[in-house]
């Protein structure tokens, strides 16, 4: 049981490159919502899906795109990178869809760096 | 908006004792917090937890303690080993009647927790 899984570790783009973050989750769990996290600042949350085949946004989600592609995989999408992008990005899963006291577990995050 | 906030940014204590993080809130109507502890290059790892109808719960070698009435969190460590070390974030989760509110933890900043051998 990996848990919470994502690839790439590490990625440097250009600005105006364009990527895609995955993100799995081996626990059968509905919910699944990506973050990012700079350095002072707790984690924001970007996108999330509560259940399979919905998608909604969070506090940031100016620049990005997701995708829930099946139950277990949530994918981050940026079109056009930019440098305020630069950050860590982490991937999350909650068991239950539509409760409020459920938690969250995380996966290792994405470090990405835009040039 | 209204956010979760922490009193101290960095702790320092001596491994064998005991350590204290606070977090201040100011949504009343949040109804569920979470401690989570980060070590360097990895992501957030689950603690414990508390929902508002509880003024403590307690874990191996952890309690957290809720003050509702000044909407205050902390957690304790007890016999704090080097392993501690890592920050230490409270979110909060709010129960909200439609979808984006009943999803959306909050985060603080974090605290930095060091142990010293």
């Known amino acids: 049981n990996a848990g919470v899984t994502q690839t790439p570790k590490f990625q440097v783009l250009k600005t105006g490159q364009s990527m895609t973050l995955q993100c799995a989750q081996d626990m059968n769990h509905n919910s699944m919502y990506w973050y990012r996290q700079d350095p002072g600042m707790g984690l924001r949350l970007i996108y999330y899906s509560a259940s399979e085949g919905t998608t909604d946004k969070g506090e940031v989600p100016n620049g990005y795109n997701v995708s829930r592609l099946n139950k277990r995989e949530f994918s981050l999408r940026l079109e056009s990178a930019a440098p305020s992008q630069t950050s860590v990005y982490f991937c999350a899963s909650s068991a239950v869809q539509g409760a409020s006291t459920d938690t969250q577990y995380f996966g290792p995050g994405t470090r990405l760096t835009v040039l | 908006g209204e956010s979760v906030g922490l009193h101290l940014p960095t702790l320092s204590v001596q491994e064998g004792d005991n350590s204290i993080i606070n977090c201040a809130y100011s949504?009343?109507?949040?109804?569920?917090f979470i401690w989570y502890k980060q070590e360097s290059g990895k992501g957030p790892q689950f603690i414990i937890d508390?929902?508002?109808?509880?003024d403590k719960r307690q874990g191996q070698r952890v309690t957290v303690l809720l003050n509702k009435t000044v909407k205050h969190l902390s957690l304790q460590i007890a016999a704090t080993q080097p392993g501690d070390s890592a920050v230490y974030f409270c979110a909060e989760n709010i129960n909200g009647n439609s979808g984006a509110g009943s999803y959306q933890l909050t985060f603080g900043k974090g605290t930095k927790l060091s142990v010293i051998p």
């Open positions: 508390i929902r508002s109808n509880m």
């Open positions: 949504n009343s109507a949040s109804d569920y």
